[in-house]
């Protein structure tokens, strides 16, 4: 089976993402990319690459929303990717308002945490074609046991949801 599926063609953005065809800007709103050696800092660094691929093959922009970050950090995506980024040092209302516009604005928008879909909450409810498609990406607690009600609304409002098991509890051996 794997390897059937390593040896399939890499599929491109515009197939993966139609979306996409014809440019446009994706948004990765994250918690942070730099400032800790964090496990999800790191797991953003993957991603932001990730995104960087696409965009480059997409031919569209990428912009990093950056919550607890301060400007001019230096992390570097694709070379061929036109790359943008706007650092909020804690700052929750501006950063919301950045991603509200994203939401209308942008083509793709991917969160890092429920907690900065919060926007997605209220313009989720605008139909696909007015808005961005949306990706949430969950760790942890927040996506398994201690969901708030503005995040159920979020993750109902998103395109897709991702989600991690860490440190999810095993299922109850049966007697």
Known sequence: MLDRLSSAAPLQASET????RQGGRI????????RST?????????VLHALGVLAGEAG?????L???EDAGRGWRTEADTRFSEATFAGQ?????A?????????RLVVFDHVDLARPLALIGRLPAG???RTAILAHGSESAKRIKPVSKTAYRAADRVLTTRCGARRPPTPA
């Open 27 to 34: 948004v990765f709103a994250a918690t942070g990319i730099v």
């Open 60 to 64: 569209a922009e990428l912009t990093a």
């Open 98 to 106: 950045a991603i509200a516009r994203a939401l209308i604005s942008a």
């Open 130 to 132: 007015l808005r961005a």
């Open 66 to 68: 950056v919550m607890h």
């Open 17 to 20: 993402f139609p979306a996409l």
């Open 92 to 96: 929750r209302v501006p950063m919301a």
């Open 38 to 46: 964090g496990g999800i800092q790191s797991a953003n660094r993957n």
